[in-house]
């Protein structure tokens, strides 16, 4: 039975950072791409980043890029999105997926997490 769980999310001012987690159950990171997904309130859920099993390559929507660092640890089956310089528009519910091939379209996954809310407010 394949399993995510999210965690790392909360409150917090802008400017500041997070990181998230997503632990995996019942697949394995070497054959599985992890993605990174949020939905904002009244939103459709938008691609963050996400890390190609093969070779670990990343990629990143452009309203991230240069502020949020994906990762990978095979030997925890854990994948970490490192989120610096948050601003109030990042506020959203983040979940992780799973999937063979690495994509930013949410349809193309398989398995995903039940999620974990973020909010960057003063």
């Known amino acids: 039975q394949v399993q995510l769980v999210e965690s790392g999310g909360g409150l917090v001012q802008p400017g500041g950072s997070l990181r998230l987690s997503c632990a995996a159950s019942g697949l394995t990171l070497d054959d599985y791409s992890i993605g990174w997904f949020r939905q904002a309130p009244g939103k459709e859920r938008e691609g963050v980043s996400c890390i190609d099993s093969s070779d670990g390559t990343t990629y990143y929507a452009d309203s991230v890029k240069g502020r949020f660092t994906i990762s990978r640890d095979v030997a925890k089956n854990t994948v970490y999105l490192q989120m610096d310089s948050l601003k109030p528009e990042d506020t959203a519910v983040y979940y992780c997926?799973?999937?063979?091939?690495?994509?930013?379209?949410?349809?193309?996954?398989?398995?995903w997490g039940q999620g974990t809310q973020v909010t960057v407010s003063s």
């Open positions: 997926a799973a999937n063979l091939i690495p994509t930013m379209l949410p349809h193309e996954y398989d398995y």
